[in-house]
C-alpha cells in the first residue's frame, strides 16, 4: 500500500513538474508563434501590395460589396486587398488583388483555378497599375475569353469595392439588377416579376413596356422614367400629366389590341419561311418566320450544325417599319452565334426599315447567324408587301 | 560498461555504439528526416537536446522513481522536453518547423531517447549520462546528416539547399524518394559494418533491462535471467 502511494506521488509529480516547464515555455513561444503565423497570412497580401506591410481584416459583412469580394484586409499604407472568388471557364478561380489608395491596382495573382490555358497566371500582370477608367483597355485574350474576361471583371469589382470600404458609394448593380429595382419600385404589387410586352403597335413616346406576371399592371419606359399602371390602364406613379398621358395612351393601345391569324394559303408567293401571320385591327402585321443560320448551313468538325432555324417574331406597320422584334427560339453555336438571343442584337432592329435594316452591328465570330438573321427579317418587309398586295412574288 | 572513462561514454556513441548505424534505433527519424541536410541537421539537434534534457533529469531522479512506474515517468519527462523543444523550434525556426513536421513530435517516441534513459540514465550518474546523452545525440546527428548528405547531394544536386550544378543532370531523384532513403541506409550501415571489422559493440556489454526479450534470450549479460521488476 506505501509503495502504491509512493508510485503514485512520484509520477503526479512528475507530471506537475513536466506542466510547469511547458507552461513556462508556451508562455514565451505562444506569441512569437501567433506572430510568424500571422506574417506567413500576410505573404500572398504583399505579394499584390509590396509596400502593404502589415494587414488588418475587414468585415466585410458591413458592407454591400459586389458578391466576389470573399475577403478584405485594410493595408497600414491605407490601400486594400480583396480575395475575389469567380468563375471563369470552371468555378473555383480564386484571385488576390491589392487596391492602392490613388484607385488603381497594386497587384492581382491567381491564388486557385481549374482554368484551361494558364492565362489566369499571367493576366493579373497587364491589370497592374490600371484603375477604374482605363482597365477596359486590357483586352482579353482570344481563346480564353472566358478566363481573361472573368479576371479583369474580378478586378474591376475589387476595384469598386476598395471605393465602397474607403467611404465612396458606386451603383455594384448589374444592368438587369437595376432594371429590375426600377421595375419593382414603380410597380410593387407586381412582386418584381414582369414579362416584357412584345410591341404590336405603334407607341408614341414609350421606349418599352413591362407586364406583371400576375396581372397587376403594367410599367411604360419613358426615358429614364419607369411609370406603373394599374390593370385597367391608370396611372398609380407621381408623374407629370403629360407623361402620365403618354403611358395612359400606350396601355389603352395595348388592351385594345385584336388581332386575325392569317390564312397564308390566301396569298401567293409568300417565302416558305413563313411560319404564321397576324393582322392587328390598326392594320399592322406580326410575323413569325425562321431564319437559317449556322444551325442549319453551318457546322464543322468542332461545332456541329444543330439542325434548327432561328425563330423570329417581328411586328411591323403596314408601311413596312419595324416596330419589335425578339428571338423567340434558336440552337446557334453556344456562347457565339447564341448572341442573337440578346436583346442587344434584336432589339436593334426596331424602327429600321427595308432601306436601313442591314445598319445594324453584326454578332462577332457568327457571320452565318447574322446573314441569316437578316436574310429573314427582309423575308418579313417582303411578307408584309405581299400582304398589302403590293408585290407579286 | 561499468569501467569506461568519462571520455569514452562520449565518444562510444559517436562511432563505436553509433545508435543510427550500430544500434539500428530511430529509423523512422532517419529515413523520413533525410532528405536534406538543413532538415536532418536540425533534427539531430532536436534529439540532442531532448536526449540531454532527458538523461540528466532521469539520471538525477533515478533513486526516486519506483521501477513499477518507470516507464511512465520517462516517457513524461521526455514528452514534455520535446513538447519544449518542438515549441522552442516553432517559434524560433519557422522553417525548420516546417520541415521536420510531425517527426519533431515523434521524437517522443524515439527509440534512441527511450533506449538510453532505460539502459544508461537510469543506472548512471548525472555526469556520465549527460556525456551519454551528447554522445548519443552528436552520433544521432552526425549519422543523419551524412545520410542526407548523399540523398541530397546524388538525389537533388544539392547541398544544405545550395544547388550543384555540375550534379544537376545526373541526379538520382529515386535517392530522395522512401525506396532510396532504405537503400542508402543499407548501404551506409554495410560500410560502417565494414570500418568496424563487423566489431560492433558485443552484445554482452548490453544491459537487458529493456529488453522484452530478455526473460529467453541467452545471448545478453543476463544469461537469460531477467531482472527482477
Do not use: W
Not at chain 1, 21 to 31: K, R
Not at chain 2, 68 to 81: M, Q
Not at chain 2, 197 to 219: D, L, Q, W
Amino acid at each position: 500500500m506505501k509503495k502504491s502511494i509512493k508510485n503514485v506521488l512520484v509520477l503526479v509529480s512528475i507530471c506537475a513538474v513536466v506542466s510547469v516547464l511547458m507552461a513556462i515555455t508556451n508562455a514565451i513561444t505562444a506569441p512569437i508563434i501567433a506572430k510568424n503565423e500571422s506574417a506567413n497570412a500576410n505573404k500572398a497580401l504583399l505579394e499584390v501590395m509590396p509596400d502593404g506591410k502589415t494587414f488588418d481584416k475587414v468585415d466585410i459583412s458591413m458592407y454591400t460589396l459586389p458578391a466576389t469580394v470573399s475577403e478584405a484586409y485594410r493595408a497600414e499604407t491605407g490601400g486594400y486587398v480583396f480575395k475575389l472568388t469567380t468563375t471563369g471557364y470552371s468555378s473555383g478561380f480564386v484571385i488576390m488583388c491589392g487596391v492602392n489608395t490613388d484607385g488603381t491596382v497594386s497587384g492581382a495573382v491567381c491564388l486557385a483555378s481549374t482554368e484551361t490555358l494558364g492565362y489566369e497566371k499571367t493576366f493579373g500582370d497587364l491589370l497592374t497599375g490600371k484603375n477604374a477608367e482605363n482597365i477596359d483597355t486590357v483586352d482579353t485574350v482570344s481563346g480564353a475569353t472566358k478566363t481573361t474576361g472573368a479576371y479583369r471583371s474580378a478586378v474591376k469589382d475589387a476595384l469598386n469595392a476598395a471605393l465602397i470600404l474607403g467611404g465612396g458609394s458606386v451603383d455594384i448593380r448589374t444592368e438587369e439588377e437595376i432594371l429590375a429595382d426600377n421595375l419593382s419600385s414603380a410597380l410593387p404589387a407586381a412582386e418584381g416579376k414582369f414579362e416584357k410586352l412584345f410591341i404590336v403597335e405603334e407607341l408614341d413616346g414609350v421606349d418599352a413596356v413591362y407586364k406583371a406576371i400576375n396581372q397587376t399592371g403594367f410599367v411604360c419606359v419613358i426615358g429614364e422614367q419607369f411609370i406603373g399602371l394599374d390593370e385597367s390602364g391608370a396611372v398609380i406613379s407621381e408623374v407629370s400629366e403629360e407623361t402620365g398621358e403618354t403611358a395612359e395612351a400606350a396601355i389603352a393601345k395595348i388592351l385594345a389590341t385584336e388581332t386575325t391569324e392569317l390564312t397564308l394559303s390566301d396569298y401567293e408567293g409568300l417565302p416558305s419561311q413563313l411560319v404564321s401571320a397576324e393582322r392587328t385591327a390598326t392594320g399592322n402585321y406580326i410575323i413569325l418566320i425562321k431564319g437559317a443560320g449556322y444551325g442549319i448551313i453551318g457546322g464543322d468538325d468542332y461545332h456541329p450544325a444543330s439542325g434548327e432555324y432561328i425563330y423570329i417574331r417581328v411586328s411591323l406597320t403596314k408601311d413596312g417599319k419595324i416596330i419589335d422584334c425578339l428571338t423567340v427560339s434558336e440552337e446557334e453555336t453556344d456562347g457565339v452565334g447564341s448572341a442573337c438571343a440578346d436583346e442587344s442584337f434584336y432589339g436593334q432592329f426596331v424602327g429600321k426599315t427595308e432601306e436601313t435594316y442591314e445598319d445594324i452591328d453584326a454578332i462577332s465570330g457568327a457571320t452565318l447567324t447574322t446573314d441569316g438573321y437578316k436574310k429573314a427579317i427582309l423575308r418579313a418587309f417582303t411578307c408584309v408587301k405581299i400582304f398589302e398586295g403590293g408585290v407579286e412574288n | 560498461m561499468k569501467k569506461n572513462g568519462y571520455l569514452s561514454v562520449l565518444t562510444k556513441g559517436i562511432f563505436k555504439e553509433n545508435p543510427v548505424f550500430i544500434l539500428i534505433l530511430g529509423t523512422c527519424p532517419t529515413l523520413a528526416t533525410t532528405t536534406n541536410v538543413v532538415g536532418a541537421f536540425g533534427m539531430g539537434i532536436a534529439a540532442l537536446v531532448v536526449l540531454l534534457c532527458s538523461n540528466i533529469l532521469i539520471s538525477l531522479l533515478r533513486r526516486v522513481i519506483p521501477d513499477a512506474v518507470r516507464i511512465p515517468c520517462y516517457i513524461t519527462i521526455i514528452a514534455g522536453f520535446v513538447t519544449v523543444v518542438q515549441m522552442v523550434v516553432q517559434a524560433f525556426f519557422p522553417a525548420l518547423y516546417e520541415m521536420l513536421g510531425v517527426y519533431l513530435a515523434l521524437i517522443v517516441v524515439n527509440c534512441i531517447i527511450l533506449g538510453r534513459a532505460e539502459m544508461f540514465a537510469s543506472k548512471n550518474t548525472v555526469v556520465k549520462s549527460a556525456l551519454d546523452g551528447i554522445g548519443m545525440g552528436l552520433g544521432f546527428t552526425l549519422a543523419l546528416c551524412a545520410m542526407a548528405t548523399v540523398r541530397e547531394v546524388f538525389g537533388a544536386a544539392s547541398f544544405a539547399g545550395i544547388p550543384i550544378p555540375f550534379l544537376e543532370e545526373y541526379k538520382i531523384a529515386f535517392l530522395v524518394k522512401a525506396p532510396g532513403g532504405m537503400l542508402v541506409y543499407g548501404l551506409l550501415i554495410a560500410l560502417v559494418c565494414a570500418l568496424t571489422n563487423g566489431k560492433g559493440p558485443k552484445k554482452k556489454t548490453f544491459s537487458c533491462a529493456g529488453c522484452p526479450s530478455a526473460g529467453y534470450c541467452n545471448t545478453g549479460s543476463c544469461g537469460g535471467e531477467k531482472e527482477e521488476v
